[in-house]
C-alpha cells in the first residue's frame, strides 16, 4: 500500500464518521481571524512614552505584549 493509497483510507474514514468530505487542501485561516491575535485597547507604557506596564522598572520597547494574550 503506498502512502496515498493510505492516506485516502484515512480521509475516507474520517468523512464516512463526520459526514463530510475532507479537502486534499490544508485550512484556510488568516492571522487576523484567530482571535489570539486580537489586540486589546489598553493604555500602555507606550502612549506615554513611560515605564512598561507589566514589568514598570524598565522602559517601555513597544513590544505590545500588554496587549496582547501573551501569544
Known amino acids: ?5 493510505l492516506r485516502a483510507l484515512v ?6 464518521h463526520t459526514g463530510r468530505p475532507l ?14 491575535h ?6 500602555a507604557g507606550a502612549d506615554t512614552e513611560g515605564p512598561c506596564i507589566i514589568e514598570p522598572a524598565v522602559q517601555c ?4 505584549y500588554c496587549k496582547s494574550y501573551g501569544h
Open 1 to 5: 500500500m503506498t502512502e496515498q493509497e
Open 23 to 36: 479537502s486534499d487542501q490544508p485550512p484556510v485561516m488568516t492571522l487576523r481571524q484567530h482571535p489570539s
Open 11 to 16: 480521509r475516507d474514514a474520517i468523512a464516512r
Open 61 to 64: 520597547t513597544h513590544c505590545g
Open 38 to 43: 486580537g489586540l486589546f485597547a489598553v493604555a
